[in-house]
């Protein structure tokens, strides 16, 4: 009865996250394979950065806007990865309570961000697209500036109110969490307090931060298509759905991957697969996005490729 009630008035003050239960002979090989992931990550966004910064060619909305999501890319990686590594080749896997926090807040923060983010690149895509005439007038540089900085600003905002939420909730042990970051749908199970009202409120915040960007994504999209239906060459047509259906496809997983974990109801198997699908948003997504945005755009290619060839002629 005593140990009973003293179990119940400690509170947590250290959070151990198991990460991928998988066994020990495991570390080493997932160390490397996350390892390998953050590099190239990392490399690929901070190349595309540097190209967008130091190449004027590439001063043009579409490019700071894709500069300014790899710069989004390289700190959303780097909310999660180093500390998983750090965990994975140490074998220690507590975090701090505070800790816990400020990763939940940094996350949310680039997560939210990327949705905004997304939306404005589609949405810059639609312009050029389907007003091509209106472009110049419409993408004048002060509202690229404001367009750049507006997802920033939106997505630490929204966050403090979802980060406050959470840490009002009541942890009384366990501490256990069964996630490779602190997240809200693994804390929200660990709680001890009545979280009825905050899943409501974190519904409602989520749907902020994935609703409006994702409707003004898709429907940005459709105009996209229809105006490519009526391109009268096929080779034309074929080449801008390439571009556009990868795009897609990328804009699919994450939209679709967020709104499964943090909006939907916790039905139980959503519970297990909860970890292979935040694996899509928050790993997978800021490896591929420059590959798929700037890498696979021809005019961007050969911008870097004349880059390249210049530096080297000039020791010649
Ligand atoms: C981000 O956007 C701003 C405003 O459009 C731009 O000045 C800046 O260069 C961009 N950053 C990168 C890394 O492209």
């Given at each position: 009865m005593a140990k009973?009630?003293?179990?119940?008035?400690t509170?947590?003050?250290e959070f151990i996250l198991l990460e991928f239960s998988s066994p020990p002979e495991w570390q080493t090989l997932l160390f490397v394979v996350f390892l390998a992931i953050y590099l190239v990550t990392v490399a690929g966004n901070l190349l595309i950065a540097a190209a967008v910064l130091a190449n004027h060619h590439l001063h043009k909305p579409m490019y700071f806007f894709l500069g300014n999501l790899s710069v989004l890319e390289t700190c959303y990686t780097?909310?999660?990865?180093?500390?998983?590594l750090a965990s994975?080749?140490?074998?220690?896997?507590?975090?701090?309570?505070?800790?816990?926090?400020?990763?939940?807040?940094?996350?949310?923060?680039?997560a939210c961000t990327e949705c905004y983010l997304l939306s404005v690149m589609s949405y810059d895509r639609y312009v050029a697209i389907c007003k091509p005439l209106h472009y110049v007038t419409?993408?004048?540089s002060r509202l690229c500036v404001l367009l750049s900085f507006a997802?920033?600003?939106?997505?630490?905002?929204?966050?403090?109110?979802?980060?406050?939420?959470?840490?009002q909730l009541n942890f009384?042990?366990?501490?256990?969490?069964?996630?490779?970051?602190?997240?809200?749908?693994?804390?929200?199970?660990l709680s001890c307090s009545e979280t009825h009202q905050t899943e409501m409120l974190m519904s409602v915040l989520g749907s902020a931060c994935t609703m409006p960007p994702m409707i003004l994504t898709f429907a940005s999209y459709v105009c996209i298509i229809s105006t490519i239906l009526k391109i009268p060459s096929n080779s034309g047509k074929k080449k801008a759905f390439?571009?556009?259906?990868?795009?897609?496809?990328?804009?699919?997983?994450?939209?679709?991957?967020?709104?499964?974990v943090y909006i939907l109801p916790k039905t139980d198997t959503l519970k297990d697969l909860y970890k292979v699908f935040s694996v899509f948003y928050t790993i997978l997504t800021p490896m591929f996005n420059p590959y798929i945005y700037s890498l696979r755009n021809r005019e961007f290619k050969e911008i870097l490729k004349k880059c390249a060839c210049t530096q080297k002629l000039i020791p010649n």
């Open positions: 009973m009630q003293k179990y119940n008035q509170t947590v003050t780097s909310t999660l990865l180093p500390r998983l994975l080749i140490s074998g220690y896997h507590g975090i701090s309570f505070s800790g816990c926090f400020l990763q939940f807040y940094f996350v949310g923060t680039c419409i993408m004048k997802p920033w600003i939106l997505g630490a905002v929204l966050t403090v109110f979802t980060t406050f939420f959470a840490s009384c042990g366990p501490n256990v969490i069964d996630h490779y970051f602190c997240d809200y749908s693994p804390l929200l199970m390439s571009t556009c259906s990868s795009h897609l496809i990328v804009v699919t997983i994450f939209y679709g991957t967020l709104i499964i």
